[in-house]
T-cell receptor, first 118, second 115 residues
Framework: KAGVTQTPRYLIKTRGQQVTLSCSPI?????VSWYQQTPGQGLQFLFE???????NKGNFPGRFSGRQFSNSRSEMNVSTLELGDSALYLC?????????????????FGPGTRLTVL | AQSVTQLDSHVSVSEGTPVLLRCNYS??????LFWYVQHPNKGLQLLLK??????LVKGINGFEAEFKKSETSFHLTKPSAHMSDAAEYFC?????????????FGGGTRVLVKP
């Protein structure tokens, strides 16, 4: 079974531009979460989608948005890029939505998209 | 609100010696706790998880962790380090009463294994 895939793996953008990152979850997984990883802030939760609905959102400005399609694939968009948006963006998928109710539910992470903003 | 503190940002061990990575958590509810490992230029891999069953949890590659509610700790151990264990390790908490899959990560512990 293929793992979580993220495209592109690397991106270079300039300040003020916008960017769209894509994530394809493991087949059959319906929940997709996004995380930002930076040396200064570590790993931070961005948002989670389940059945095309955003269910959880982290403390990020409105420039960060996302969506999920009917096939569970997800995209995240960052508008008006800032230098501080340079990071590794990780996507994770899980079989169902309520992790705490599922003893075997876990999140599987993709390799990430490394975004550099110049 | 939930939070995780990894007490050591870097740990250096010799190959064949024990590894101890310390983690303390704060959670309003009954938490699920995880350890993930990240090798350079790779995604995160789940080592083990605690979800209120046995307090001593065994994971992959010889790692184990013990949940101690009274100490709000979830330390990760391995009896004998291998060169391939060099990586960054993250302690993670998920509130079990909160809806959804929001994970809160600790700051990470980078492990160096000396030959």
């Amino acid at each position: 079974k293929a793992g979580v895939t993220q495209t592109p793996r690397y991106l270079i953008k300039t300040r003020g531009q916008q960017v769209t990152l894509s994530c394809s979850p493991i087949s059959g997984h319906r929940s997709v979460s996004w995380y930002q990883q930076t040396p200064g802030q570590g790993l931070q939760f961005l948002f989670e989608y389940f059945s095309e609905t955003q269910r959880n959102k982290g403390n990020f400005p409105g420039r960060f948005s996302g969506r999920q399609f009917s096939n569970s694939r997800s995209e995240m968009n960052v508008s008006t890029l800032e230098l501080g948006d340079s990071a590794l963006y990780l996507c994770a998928s899980s079989l169902r939505g309520f992790i705490q109710l599922e003893t075997h539910n876990e999140q599987f992470f993709g390799p990430g998209t490394r975004l550099t903003v110049l | 609100a939930q939070s995780v503190t990894q007490l050591d940002s870097h740990v250096s061990v010799s190959e064949g010696t024990p590894v101890l990575l310390r983690c303390n958590y704060s959670s309003s509810y009954s938490p699920s706790l995880f350890w993930y490992v990240q090798h350079p230029n790779k995604g995160l891999q789940l080592l083990l998880k605690y979800t209120s069953a046995a307090t001593l949890v065994k994971g992959i590659n010889g790692f184990e962790a013990e949940f101690k509610k009274s100490e709000t700790s979830f330390h990760l151990t391995k009896p004998s380090a291998h060169m391939s264990d060099a990586a960054e390790y993250f302690c993670v908490v998920s509130d079990r009463e909160a809806a959804g899959n929001k994970l809160t990560f600790g700051g990470g512990t980078r492990v160096l294994v000396k030959p």
